[in-house]
């Protein structure tokens, strides 16, 4: 068996270089604890970016899988499969919307939004010229839709021209989206929480200002919740606890919890008046895999009442950061919500918490280039979030 420094040299040879990766050779996980190649143990409040949210080694769901596994992987969409069938009806009951469509990402998730938003517009008046209203320092994704209403020009600049239609308003600033209406707008696409963009929650008296504002001038109202959703911020969805139901959400993540897998779901008006036959596809979209993973994920956090304890334990982790925040000058501010939240650093380097904390064994990401986001597995507990404090400020 190779070493270490011998896998990290074979995939540095063969994989493009798209990634600057930390130095550690992840080899198993088990429950919110990772361990690298070489035995080393490290308490992971990353999640893999807030996908694994039942932890690592959960025998249930990696059951599930190994009989899925034994029964049937791929189909393609042109037949049915039962996890398919059975993944979809407990994702619209958990959000009581109407349609979904299972994609391999939460890009691909994303693209599906976006198309759907268009096609409703174009069937109220066969016009192409139709605007997306998106907001300032979000992130969607990588494929060029995606990009287009992503608004950070970081990301944007190498790939241009991107798709065309696409407006940029002020997130938490009612009148700055309102000045981007026009009559030619048809949807506007947020995330219900900021995540690469810093952690910043949506204000109540926005969300619901952008909401009244969609419903008054017939635009799809499109909330990205790929990393909020999902149980992360105490509610299966973040935007259950605003009142405020899209007309398409996007959710990728913790829907599958480890396995590639994405969705976007239609309210009842998106579904009735937009993608038909033909309009859309995936190969791999609702594979009898993927869709097994997703069907247990939901089973799973019903048995183990996931969301109460977020909420319960999300308040601890909240009040242990609000700590660090009055202890130490370089941290200016704590926000988030549930078990999705950031530090905002000041006058030191976020990557290098971030790398020495991986010495000291915690895994700790990044949002931006200056806040420190902490989304663990949601079954962290008390002890977990003492131990991650004590390998923290030991890393300050």
């Known amino acids: 068996m190779m070493c270490s420094k011998e896998y990290m040299e074979l995939a540095e040879n063969s994989i493009l270089h798209t990634y600057n990766r930390f130095p550690v050779v992840l080899e198993k996980g088990e429950?919110?604890?990772?361990?690298?190649?070489?035995?080393?143990?490290?308490?992971?409040?990353?999640?893999?970016?807030?996908?694994?949210?039942?932890?690592?080694?959960?025998?249930?769901?990696?059951?599930?899988?190994?009989?899925?596994?034994?029964?049937?992987?791929?189909?393609?969409?042109?037949?049915?499969?039962?996890?398919?069938?059975?993944?979809?009806?407990?994702?619209?009951?958990?959000?009581?919307?109407?349609?979904?469509?299972?994609?391999?990402?939460?890009?691909?998730?994303?693209?599906?939004?976006?198309?759907?938003?268009?096609?409703?517009?174009?069937?109220?008046?066969?016009?192409?010229d139709h605007e997306i209203i998106a907001m300032r320092h979000s992130f969607h994704g990588r494929s060029l839709g995606a990009l287009s209403v992503t608004g950070n020009s970081h990301y944007q600049e190498p790939f241009k021209p991107l798709i065309g239609g696409v407006k940029f308003a002020d997130f938490n600033d009612l009148d700055s989206v309102k000045a981007a209406v026009t009559e030619k707008t048809c949807a506007i696409i947020l995330e219900t929480v900021q995540g690469e963009g810093g952690i910043y929650p949506a204000e109540e008296g926005f969300l619901k200002g952008v909401k009244k504002l969609c419903e008054e001038k017939d635009i799809l109202l499109i909330l990205d919740e790929i990393q909020c959703g999902m149980g992360r911020t105490g509610s299966m969805f973040a935007w259950q606890a605003y009142g405020t139901e899209p007309d398409i959400m996007t959710c990728a993540k913790a829907l599958g919890c480890g396995v590639p897998v994405g969705a976007f779901v239609l309210g009842e008006k998106a579904a009735e008046k937009s993608l038909e036959p033909g309009d859309h596809g995936t190969t791999y979209g609702g594979n009898p895999l993927a869709c097994a993973a997703v069907s247990k994920v939901f089973?799973?956090?019903?048995?183990?009442?996931?969301?109460?304890?977020?909420?319960?334990?999300?308040?601890?982790?909240?009040?242990?950061?609000?700590?660090?925040?009055?202890?130490?000058?370089?941290?200016?501010?704590?926000?988030?919500?549930?078990?999705?939240?950031?530090?905002?650093?000041?006058?030191?380097?976020?990557?290098?918490i971030v790398s020495k904390a991986l010495e000291n064994g915690l895994i700790v990401i990044s949002a931006g280039n200056h806040v420190l986001r902490f989304v663990p597995p949601l079954i962290v507990t008390r002890e977990h979030i003492d131990e991650m404090i004590e390998k923290l400020e030991k890393s300050f």
């Open 31 to 128: 429950g919110v604890y990772l361990y690298d190649l070489d035995g080393k143990k490290y308490l992971d409040f990353g999640a893999g970016i807030a996908v694994f949210a039942l932890g690592y080694g959960n025998e249930e769901y990696n059951e599930a899988l190994k009989i899925q596994i034994d029964k049937l992987i791929h189909t393609s969409n042109l037949y049915y499969n039962t996890p398919m069938a059975e993944a979809a009806h407990k994702l619209l009951k958990a959000s009581g919307m109407s349609r979904v469509f299972f994609t391999n990402s939460g890009t691909e998730a994303i693209e599906g939004a976006i198309k759907a938003a268009r096609k409703y517009a174009w069937l109220k008046d066969n016009s192409t």
């Open 299 to 352: 089973d799973l956090f019903e048995k183990q009442d996931i969301l109460h304890h977020v909420q319960e334990i999300s308040g601890y982790l909240e009040k242990k950061l609000d700590g660090l925040v009055d202890k130490y000058e370089f941290l200016s501010e704590r926000r988030g919500k549930g078990l999705m939240q950031g530090l905002e650093v000041a006058g030191r380097p976020v990557g290098e």
